[in-house]
């Protein structure tokens, strides 16, 4: 029987793209004379090496000495879904500011991978090379990558001043890169928000991830199910339990169901009579996972996270954990899934 492949939902990639480099815009005293008083001309960029290049100003450049001699800026690549007033709101400035500066009407459609000079807020003087920003995190494909070092999923980006851990994935387990920013690379959370882990604790592999697919894993499931019951990783395992001294497998599923309305029974065995099957090739995240013993009953469950993994209050580990639902201990009991 075939290996279930369905993935882990996916991160959203950052607010704001990366800068390729910052230039200074200089329209020089004698542009006036050049320009004229009531004309538009175009505005000379230069950079500090002494290129430059011509960006089309539809505002009379003359109006614009008298208002500002020099503008600073910064040169943003176009990304798919882009627009100038999404662009605008990343950099503080309004779209007319951007179309005024590139000749663009308001209602121009961009192009992904075109050039477009950004004016700093405020007019703020030029940026020197040791003032340059740092970029921020780069889209890339995204693609499954194997925990292969210890490492924790941060909210925020180590250095940032906002690292909340949301998670140390064991070793083996596989994640979805869709970003990179400098040491770390971005992680798709259950909930669609980008985690951040240290680079040198994953190993990318060659299996991509085409976007129809990640749309497609982010739209269905019940990952807020399957978040709520990450809150118990790590919780010791204790058959018969009671929260919070220990859980059982059947007993987690019935906690984390309830505190979304779904009322469960206590056991896996009636749990299973529960909900409406679904195949293994339609697994989604919040779907709950049944195995049977060596007598044939139903005497485990779990809940399914996406990308092959499961969270399950394992006997075996001690402990509420993740395994990978492909493991043969796991695939050979495997009798059905079920959906509230």
């Excluded at 339990?241 to 979304?260: E, F, K, Y």
Aim: proline share 7%.
């Amino acid at each position: 029987m075939p290996s279930p492949t369905t993935g882990l939902p996916s991160a959203v990639r950052g607010s704001r793209q990366p800068v390729r480099q910052a230039l200074w815009l200089v329209l020089p005293v004698f542009a006036a004379a050049l320009c004229g008083l009531g004309g538009s001309r175009d505005a000379v960029a230069s950079t500090g090496s002494g290129a430059s290049g011509v960006v089309q100003a539809s505002e009379p450049a003359a109006s614009l000495l008298l208002r500002q001699a020099a503008i600073g800026y910064e040169i943003y690549e176009v990304s798919d879904g882009d627009t100038l007033q999404n662009i605008a709101a990343r950099f503080g400035v309004s779209p007319q500011r951007i179309g005024n500066l590139n000749g663009l009407a308001a209602s121009s459609e961009l192009t992904p991978g075109q050039s477009l000079a950004v004016p700093l807020p405020g007019g703020a003087a030029p940026l020197r090379a040791h003032d340059a920003p740092t970029p921020g995190p780069r889209s890339i494909q995204p693609c499954y990558a194997i925990v292969t070092g210890r490492g924790q999923i941060t909210r925020g980006q180590t250095g940032s001043g906002a690292t909340e851990i949301l998670y140390q994935p064991p070793l083996g387990s596989r994640l979805i890169v869709t970003a990179d920013q400098g040491s770390q690379w971005g992680i798709v959370m259950i909930d669609g928000s980008t985690g951040w882990i240290s680079k040198q604790s994953l190993r990318l592999t060659d299996e991509a991830i085409e976007p129809e697919q990640l749309e497609v894993m982010l739209s269905g499931g019940r990952p807020d199910i399957a978040q709520e019951a990450l809150r118990y990783l790590g919780t010791p395992y204790r058959y018969g339990g009671r929260l919070p001294d220990g859980i059982d497998c059947s007993l987690l599923i019935q906690t984390v169901c309830a505190a979304h309305g779904i009322a469960l029974p206590r056991t896996a065995a009636s749990q299973f009579e529960v909900g409406r099957p679904v195949n293994y090739t339609e697994l989604l995240p919040g779907d709950r996972l049944y195995f049977v013993g060596r007598s044939g009953v139903v005497n485990h469950t779990g809940l399914y996270l996406g990308n092959g993994q499961f969270v399950h209050a394992s006997s075996l580990h001690g402990c509420v954990t993740i395994d990978e639902l492909s493991e043969r201990l796991y695939w050979t009991r495997f009798v059905g899934a079920r959906r509230s």
